[in-house]
């Protein structure tokens, strides 16, 4: 069955770098674009960016741009984000999740999310 | 304030048929694909709807989704206790070149 596993998170003050990681099984790995979406305590989830399923092509929602870095490794089924520069305002649980080919957008399966706090 | 418009709450009784509002506009729900999440508390966002209308394997067939020009609505007729949850819709804004979710929904059972 489709499984996205997180690791990561956790407690980083404001300024210092982070980085998630999210392990696929279940699936042909590289042929699913993979997004990256949060929500912070007590918010609705915001998109933070996805990859395309070649890791050719990556964007990232306004927020983030310019901080955060989205990569993938086909060839371990990993897709990992690389949040520099964090805020207090960062401080959200994070999701990976599968977007399949065609699918106009469709998270069809999502991780189990992760928890960052931004905090001196 | 997000560029998808959903009403904050809604809520029903036991059976009863309520409908969850998405507004957008012609760069988002009017020429995208819209879905629609619920997201239980203290679980992960689950996909209720896909492609403005369609209902994923599992998913009971109480949830419809619809589309209209700029707006979107989903649907929960026979409304159960466990129905109560955050429901998001979400679309691609090919404009700002980014997935947009609405603010969610909370709805209650009462």
């Known amino acids: 069955q489709v499984q996205l596993v997180q690791s990561g998170g956790g407690v980083v003050q404001p300024g210092r770098s982070l980085r998630l990681s999210c392990a696929a099984s279940?699936?042909?790995?590289?042929?699913?674009?993979m997004h990256w979406v949060r929500q912070a305590p007590g918010k609705g989830l915001e998109w933070v960016g996805f990859?395309?399923?070649?890791?050719?092509?990556?964007v990232y929602g306004a927020s983030v741009k310019g901080r955060f870095t989205i990569s993938r490794d086909n060839s371990k089924n990993t897709v990992d984000l690389q949040m520099n520069s964090l805020r207090a305002e960062d401080t959200a649980v994070y999701y990976c999740?599968?977007?399949?080919?065609?699918?106009?957008?469709?998270?069809?399966?999502w991780g189990q999310g992760t928890l960052v706090t931004v905090s001196s | 304030q997000s560029v998808l418009t959903q009403p904050p709450s809604a809520s029903g009784t036991p059976g009863q048929r309520v409908t969850i509002s998405c507004s957008g506009s012609?760069?988002?729900?009017?020429?995208?694909?819209v879905n629609w999440y619920q997201h239980l508390p203290g679980t992960t966002p689950k996909l209720l709807i896909h492609?403005?209308?369609q209902r994923p394997s599992g998913v009971p067939d109480r949830f419809s989704g619809s589309k209209s020009g700029t707006s979107a609505s989903l649907a929960i007729s026979g409304l159960q206790s466990e129905d109560e949850a955050v429901y998001y819709c979400?679309?691609?804004?090919?404009?700002?070149?980014?997935?947009?979710f609405g603010g969610g929904t909370k709805l209650t059972v009462l």
């Open positions: 999740a599968r977007d399949p080919p065609h699918s106009g957008f469709r998270l069809d399966h």
């Open positions: 492609t403005d209308n």
């Open positions: 012609s760069s988002n729900i009017g020429s995208q694909i």
């Open positions: 979400s679309a691609w804004d090919d404009r700002l070149n980014a997935l947009l």
């Open positions: 990859i395309w399923y070649d890791g050719s092509n990556k």
């Open positions: 279940g699936f042909t790995f590289n042929t699913h674009a």
